[in-house]
């Protein structure tokens, strides 16, 4: 799995976005709005997930504490919010310098993010959110569950499947279906790298077209 993960780092995050849609015959792209809040890193490594849901109880997301602490090295920890709740942050500097200590690999929140001068300042560490907010979860909402199957910006994520993500957003690569999304993947690279070398050379866009049939 890590020399796969290593090979998602090179390819781009459209073409996994297609290869995926390809293989699996279904989105695996989030919607728009999970963008990045903090900087313009790259982000690959497999899901570890937690999901929340309302409450008035006044509660640490404990289950995502635990998991920032437990889960492995390299993960990506992706938080959902039954409902959704883009106006509430359920990821701030603290929970960013516990996965900065663990060495995880960044954030997916179907939520808000705040304490963004401080991330940026003394971690630098990717985190995609559908918001920036400065308001608590604490008597809004609570943790109920990690490692479980969860939907984030219209996609479920299993524990385990590869989240790849940059500027452009974030695709879900099923676990199952990792290597043969990969191998599509690359192989979208390679012909559109072709493609634009025959665009540039012919100086015809309508020449590219043809040839690949792809656009």
């Given at each position: 799995?890590?020399?796969?993960?290593?090979?998602?780092?090179?390819?781009a995050?459209?073409s996994?976005a297609d290869?995926?849609?390809?293989?699996?015959?279904?989105r695996g792209?989030m919607?728009?709005?999970?963008?990045?809040?903090i900087?313009?890193?790259r982000?690959?490594?497999?899901?570890?997930?937690?999901?929340?849901?309302a409450?008035?109880?006044?509660?640490p997301?404990q289950?995502a504490l635990?998991?920032?602490?437990?889960?492995p090295?390299?993960?990506?920890i992706?938080?959902?919010?039954?409902g959704?709740?883009?106006?509430?942050?359920?990821?701030?500097?603290l929970?960013t310098a516990?996965?900065?200590?663990?060495e995880?690999?960044?954030a997916?929140?179907?939520g808000?993010?705040?304490?963004l001068?401080?991330?940026?300042?003394?971690?630098?560490?990717?985190?995609?959110?559908?918001?920036?907010?400065?308001g608590t979860?604490?008597?809004?909402?609570k943790?109920?569950a990690?490692?479980?199957?969860?939907?984030?910006?219209d996609?479920i994520?299993?524990?385990g499947?590869?989240?790849?993500?940059d500027?452009?957003?974030?695709?879900?690569v099923?676990?199952?279906?990792?290597?043969?999304?990969?191998a599509?993947?690359?192989?979208?690279?390679?012909?559109?790298?072709?493609?634009?070398?025959l665009i540039?050379a012919?100086?015809?866009?309508?020449k590219g077209l043809a040839?690949?049939?792809?656009?």
């Amino acid at each position: 799995m890590k020399e796969i993960i290593e090979a998602f780092r090179t390819v781009a995050v459209a073409s996994v976005a297609d290869a995926v849609d390809k293989v699996c015959g279904k989105r695996g792209y989030m919607d728009s709005s999970i963008k990045p809040r903090i900087n313009d890193k790259r982000v690959v490594g497999p899901a570890a997930t937690v999901l929340e849901t309302a409450t008035d109880e006044f509660l640490p997301p404990q289950h995502a504490l635990d998991l920032i602490d437990e889960a492995p090295a390299g993960s990506v920890i992706v938080i959902s919010i039954q409902g959704g709740a883009p106006d509430v942050a359920v990821w701030g500097g603290l929970m960013t310098a516990g996965a900065f200590a663990n060495e995880h690999e960044g954030a997916i929140l179907d939520g808000g993010v705040r304490d963004l001068a401080e991330i940026r300042r003394d971690y630098d560490f990717p985190v995609f959110a559908r918001s920036v907010s400065p308001g608590t979860t604490l008597g809004r909402y609570k943790t109920v569950a990690s490692q479980v199957p969860v939907e984030v910006g219209d996609v479920i994520v299993h524990p385990g499947d590869i989240i790849v993500a940059d500027i452009d957003g974030v695709v879900v690569v099923p676990q199952a279906k990792a290597q043969e999304v990969l191998a599509m993947a690359q192989e979208i690279d390679q012909r559109e790298l072709e493609q634009a070398k025959l665009i540039v050379a012919e100086k015809s866009l309508r020449k590219g077209l043809a040839k690949y049939g792809r656009i």
